[in-house]
Nanobody, 120 residues
Framework: QVQFVESGGGLVQAGGSLRLSCAAS????????RAWYRQAPGKQRELVAT???????NYADSVKGRFTISRDNAKNTVYLQMNSLKPEDTAVYYC??????????????WGQGTQVTVSS
């Protein structure tokens, strides 16, 4: 069973940056696409960014130009570089392996996530 461990969250002022990491363990294949999701208090979990095994990326409109997703297949790790953070980016961030369809389908179990809090 695949497990995901997210890290790198914290408290940052608006305009600041954070880099999230997601390590995967268990039976997972590097051919899987990966994704970052987030869930703000009282809201549904939303897709933030995806990256295929070949490195093709896609982003939610709300984070385009500010966030960058990347991956290290050898380490089974995915990253999310977040720049120019806004208070509305405050959420718990999760990662998962995904099937890129419409809609994108998460394939694994959810980890504990990492809290990102952006103060104004």
């Amino acid at each position: 069973q695949v497990q995901f461990v997210e890290s790198g969250g914290g408290l940052v002022q608006a305009g600041g940056s954070l880099r999230l990491s997601c390590a995967a363990s268990g039976s997972i294949f590097s051919i899987n696409a990966r994704a970052w999701y987030r869930q703000a208090p009282g809201k549904q979990r939303e897709l933030v960014a995806t990256i295929t095994s070949g490195g093709t990326t896609n982003y939610a409109d709300s984070v385009k130009g500010r966030f960058t997703i990347s991956r290290d297949n050898a380490k089974n790790t995915v990253y999310l570089q977040m720049n120019s953070l806004k208070p509305e980016d405050t959420a718990v961030y999760y990662c998962n392996a995904v099937m890129i369809t419409v809609p994108t389908i998460p394939l694994g179990s959810w980890g504990q996530g990492t809290q990102v809090t952006v103060s104004s």
